[in-house]
C-alpha cells in the first residue's frame, strides 16, 4: 500500500521568502506526482504535475523529484498572502491500481 | 479548464436519513471519483469510475454506492447515514486526455445528525 506523508504540518512564512514544503512517498515505481493548493472552503486546483526525477516549474511553483530518496518538493518563490492555503501532494504508484494517493497536506500561512 | 459541479453545496442529514451526492462534468472524462476529505487524513478514495455504467470500490467504500448514469454524471449514495460520515465531500474527473490531472469541484460539506 502506497503511503503518502507531508511535512510541515504547518508552515508559516513571511511575504516574499522562499516557502519549502515536503512530500515523501513510499513505493519507488511511482511514476506520477502532482501538487494541489486548496483555499479554505473550495476544492482543489492543479499547481504542478512532474513525472521523471529532476524539477518542473510553473509559474511560482517549481516541483522537485528525487525518486531514490523517494521525495517531491514544493517550492513556491516570492509567496504573497493569497497563497496561504493547504497544499497537498498525489502520488500514483504501481500498488492501488494506479489511483492517486493524497498526503494529510501542509497548511501554509504566508505573513504580511 | 475542466469543469465539474457538484450538489448541493451543503446537506443536514438524519442518522439512518438517504443522502445523494450529485456530481456533473463538462469535459468528458472517462474517470471520474469521489473523495472524502477529514483533518488529519487528507482525501480517501470512495468509488471511482471508468465510464458510463461502471463503478468501482475505492479504499474506504463501505457504507456508500455509486452509480454512473452516464459520461457527465457521477453520483455517491449513503443509503444508510450515520454521524461517522458527517464530511467534505469531493468529485473529480479526468483521464489519459489531461494526463491523469484530476479535476475537482467545489466540495459538499454533509452534517449527519
Known amino acids: ?112 | 479548464e475542466a469543469a465539474v459541479t457538484q450538489s448541493p453545496r451543503n446537506k443536514v442529514a438524519v442518522t439512518g436519513g438517504k443522502v445523494t451526492l450529485s456530481c456533473n462534468q463538462t469535459n468528458n472524462h472517462n474517470n471520474m471519483y469521489w473523495y472524502r476529505q477529514d483533518t488529519g487524513h487528507g482525501l480517501r478514495l470512495i468509488h471511482y469510475s471508468y465510464g458510463a455504467g461502471s463503478t468501482e470500490k475505492g479504499d474506504i467504500p463501505d457504507g456508500y454506492k455509486a452509480s454512473r448514469p452516464s459520461q457527465e454524471n457521477f453520483s455517491l449514495i449513503l443509503e444508510l447515514a450515520t454521524p461517522s460520515q458527517t464530511s467534505v465531500y469531493f468529485c473529480a474527473s479526468g483521464d489519459a486526455t489531461s494526463q491523469n490531472t484530476l479535476y475537482f469541484g467545489a466540495g459538499t460539506r454533509l452534517s449527519v445528525l
Not at chain 1, 9 to 37: H, I, K, P, Q
Not at chain 1, 43 to 67: C, M, P, Q, W, Y
Not at chain 1, 77 to 94: F, H, K, M, T, W
Request: hydrophobic share 30%; aromatic share 8%.
Open chain 1, 1 to 112: 500500500q502506497q503511503k503518502v506523508q507531508q511535512s510541515p504540518e504547518s508552515l508559516t512564512v513571511s511575504e516574499g521568502a522562499m516557502a519549502s514544503l515536503n512530500c515523501t512517498f513510499s513505493d519507488r515505481s511511482s511514476d506520477n506526482f502532482r501538487w494541489y493548493r486548496q483555499h479554505s472552503g473550495k476544492g482543489l486546483e492543479v499547481l504542478v504535475s512532474i513525472f521523471s526525477d529532476g524539477e518542473k516549474e510553473e509559474g511560482s511553483f517549481t516541483a522537485h523529484l528525487n525518486r531514490a530518496s523517494l521525495h517531491v518538493f514544493l517550492h513556491i518563490r516570492e509567496p504573497q498572502p493569497s497563497d496561504s492555503a493547504l497544499y497537498l501532494c498525489a502520488v500514483r504508484g504501481n500498488y492501488n491500481q494506479g489511483k492517486l494517493i493524497f498526503g494529510q497536506g501542509t497548511k501554509l500561512s504566508i505573513k504580511p
